[in-house]
């Protein structure tokens, strides 16, 4: 219903959308925050100010989208996650939180997968870049064997290439770089890293002085 509620709403001015979300389904989306023409169909919407989600986005089955100040959800994303409320699987995974949280300025760009079994937070000024990466929070344990997820995290200041795949459990360190069609399983690498291959590994370090990493503003267009 949610989703059909949502659809039916998209000729209606953004004013009055953005108020009828709030009044319909608890969203709280900030004044200056827009959502173009997506469904979200999801528990929780949290947008703060200049937050911006594009349009043809999907999101189902998470209790939380949460994009802080001027950050950016953008055109064609697929968001999805096994829900919380379902337990033929994960259940060994009490503690798993089905969201999707970017911090102040940051962004994901266009055309990727974004499988939330489990939670993904990207970090101030990070960016998931270009199109078609995944990242993917859960897969199958073949030593139990299960199904089995893990959060995923980018750090502040860390940049994603194209074609990325993130696994379970990964972390980009702070202010690092992961190259296009790279595999990343990384999990407690150090900041100022460059990651490149399948799988991923450091390959150098990242200059410090990247105007990327000492900026002051969100994704750069």
């Known amino acids: 219903m949610r989703r059909l509620v949502q659809i039916v709403l998209f000729p209606l001015p953004w004013t009055v959308r953005r108020w009828l979300l709030g009044k319909l389904f608890g969203y709280d989306i900030h004044r200056t925050a827009r959502?173009?023409?997506?469904?979200?169909?999801?528990?929780?919407?949290?947008?703060?100010?200049?937050?911006?989600?594009?349009?043809?986005?999907?999101?189902?089955?998470?209790?939380?989208?949460?994009?802080?100040?001027?950050?950016?959800?953008?055109?064609?994303?697929?968001?999805?996650?096994?829900?919380?409320?379902?337990?033929?699987?994960?259940?060994?995974?009490?503690?798993?939180?089905?969201?999707?949280?970017?911090a102040h300025d940051a962004a994901i760009t266009a055309r990727h997968f974004i499988?939330?079994?489990?939670?993904?937070?990207?970090?101030?000024?990070a960016t998931v870049a270009g199109w078609h990466s995944q990242i993917v929070t859960h897969s199958f344990d073949l030593t139990h064997p299960r199904q089995d997820c893990e959060p995923i995290a980018v750090g502040a200041y860390s940049f994603v290439g194209?074609?990325?795949?993130?696994?379970?459990?990964?972390?980009?360190?702070?202010?690092?770089?992961?190259?296009?069609?790279?595999?990343f399983?990384?999990?407690?690498?150090?900041?100022?890293?460059?990651?490149a291959g399948n799988p991923a590994a450091r390959i150098r370090e990242a200059d410090p002085a990247l105007g990327y990493f000492t900026r002051d503003r969100g994704l750069i267009n």
């Open 35 to 102: 959502i173009g023409f997506s469904v979200l169909d999801v528990d929780m919407v949290r947008m703060g100010p200049g937050a911006r989600i594009g349009h043809l986005t999907f999101a189902k089955g998470l209790t939380l989208i949460e994009i802080g100040a001027g950050g950016i959800l953008g055109n064609l994303n697929w968001v999805t996650a096994y829900p919380l409320k379902q337990h033929d699987f994960f259940a060994h995974r009490g503690d798993r939180k089905t969201e999707l949280i970017l």
């Open 115 to 125: 499988d939330c079994t489990d939670r993904i937070t990207i970090g101030e000024f």
């Open 162 to 183: 194209s074609r990325a795949i993130l696994l379970k459990g990964a972390h980009v360190p702070e202010r690092s770089i992961v190259a296009a069609v790279s595999t």
């Open 185 to 195: 399983g990384v999990r407690n690498g150090e900041p100022l890293g460059v990651f």
